[in-house]
Nanobody
């Protein structure tokens, strides 16, 4: 059974930091990434990282504040989020691509709330 399990969400004040972690089991993924969905908004791509370490971010704002990393040996992907803003409040989802370009598996999500 393929599973992606996120952890690390919570409540933080604006300007603070959080680190999200995602542990995958049952398969490996060519690309792993993070998405988010804020209340009343569509799902948004946050960041992705390939097996070889090529990274993309959804927006320039994310690129400047968030850092994605993965440990292929442990089959995990992390998202370090710094300088958090209230507009970063959302449910954050871990996802994996297999085959390439198909986000085939998703975690259950973890809530991130940034207070002003």
């Amino acid at each position: 059974q393929v599973q992606l399990v996120e952890s690390g969400g919570g409540l933080v004040q604006a300007g603070g930091s959080l680190r999200l972690s995602c542990a995958a089991s049952g398969r490996t993924f060519s690309t792993m990434g993070w998405f988010r969905r804020a209340p009343g908004k569509e799902r948004e791509f946050v960041a992705g990282i390939t097996w070889s370490g090529i990274i993309t971010y959804g927006t320039n704002s994310m690129k400047g504040r968030f850092t994605i990393s993965r440990d292929n040996a442990k089959n995990t992907v992390d998202l370090q989020m710094n300088s958090l803003k209230p507009e970063d409040t959302a449910v954050y989802y871990c996802a994996g691509q297999q085959p390439a370009n198909i986000w085939s598996n998703w975690g259950q999500g973890t809530q991130v709330t940034v207070s002003s």
